[in-house]
């Protein structure tokens, strides 16, 4: 079994977590005011609850922050912003960001495998959450009748 992590590298992949969490809390939430057309309702109500479990994840990484005695990072992770209002573009953009806070919680799952179940619980939910939000937003982006995936799984 490796080293134990040093509790400074946990915690530096956990502040880039609750930034990039807290990044597709704006994200999400930009993104819902620019859908127009027959299909707004529906796709707003859905980019929200995209909002409000990206701020979850935030507040679940965060309190993971503090509770190792650390202090977590008011910094944000970066907004892509293609300025279009296709929804298209927009899933597409957040499919990539979704990728990086996925192999963030990889990175975490692998410092702390074997030396805290708590933690390793916590990515292993995660890695599982972002994964099933990965494919939703991959099927999304597929034509109707199309059964090739968008884009090979993260
Ligand atoms: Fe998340």
Known sequence: MPAAPKQEEVVAVLNRLLEAELAGV???????????GFGRIPIVGWLREQANESLLHAQQVGEWITTLGAYPSLAIGP???????????????????E???????RDLLALVEGHSVGLEEFARQMIHAEEMHAAEVDKMLRKPGQLAAFAPPP
């Open 79 to 97: 907004l892509l912003d293609s300025h279009q209002t296709d929804v298209g573009a927009m899933l597409r953009e957040s499919l990539e960001a």
């Open 26 to 36: 704006v994200r999400y939430t930009h993104y819902s005011f620019l859908v127009f």
């Open 99 to 105: 990728g990086n806070a996925l192999r963030l919680y």
